[in-house]
């Protein structure tokens, strides 16, 4: 029997005097925290950081990447990320090498062990998503991607009017 599609959940906008209520960064990172807390406590449970998850993700699209590329995909400073890497190679998660052009490079690797687990935690993050969004169109989960990509990367514009 097949399962009866929900119909999307429109809510009425809520109108608040509050500033952050309406702060498109701080609605922003409150939805991160929000959709993200549950699946942290859940990864964490297969003993890695939400950063180690996150590192383990971006290593499955794209083995061997530098320390550098990491921080940036994954948002961690690189003092932070090193030492994650290093806790996720004594656990045997990853493996890093010296880069080929720039010795002074670290080249993170995911492991076979390391390679099972993202595997694992994808499959259960995409079911954690798919839950997520259920109650939305396609087309708008698709708008809503599209917005947040264009965010990113007007993100990394200058801001003119702080100059001094």
């Given at each position: 029997m097949?399962?009866?599609?929900?119909k999307p959940?429109?809510?009425?906008?809520?109108?608040?005097e509050?500033?952050?209520d309406?702060?498109?960064?701080?609605?922003?990172?409150?939805?991160?925290y929000?959709?993200n807390?549950?699946f942290d406590?859940?990864?964490?449970s297969y003993g890695v950081s939400p950063l180690?998850w996150r590192v383990?993700a971006?290593?499955?699209?794209r083995?061997?990447?530098?320390?550098?590329?990491l921080?940036?995909?994954?948002?961690a400073q690189?003092?932070t990320?090193?030492k994650a890497?290093k806790?996720?190679?004594?656990?045997?998660?990853?493996r890093t090498?010296?880069?080929?052009?720039?010795?002074?490079?670290?080249?993170?690797f995911?492991?076979d062990?390391?390679?099972?687990l993202a595997?694992?935690l994808?499959k259960?993050?995409r079911?954690h998503e798919a839950g997520?969004?259920?109650?939305f169109?396609?087309s708008?989960i698709s708008?809503?991607?599209?917005?947040?990509?264009t965010?990113?990367?007007?993100g990394?514009?200058?801001?003119g009017?702080?100059?001094?």
């Open positions: 097949r399962a009866a599609r929900r959940v429109v809510r009425e906008a809520r109108k608040s509050a500033f952050l309406d702060y498109l960064p701080y609605l922003l990172g409150r939805a991160s929000v959709i807390k549950d406590r859940h990864v964490q180690e383990l971006t290593l499955s699209d083995n061997g990447r530098t320390i550098g590329e921080a940036h995909m994954v948002v690189q003092p990320l090193t890497i806790r996720m190679a004594q656990a045997e998660l990853v090498a010296d880069g080929e052009d720039d010795q002074r490079k670290t080249i993170v995911e492991t062990k390391g390679r099972a595997s694992t994808i259960q993050a079911e997520l969004l259920a109650a169109a396609a708008d708008r809503l991607r599209e917005i947040l990509r965010l990113i990367e007007r990394h514009a200058p801001l009017f702080l100059r001094p």
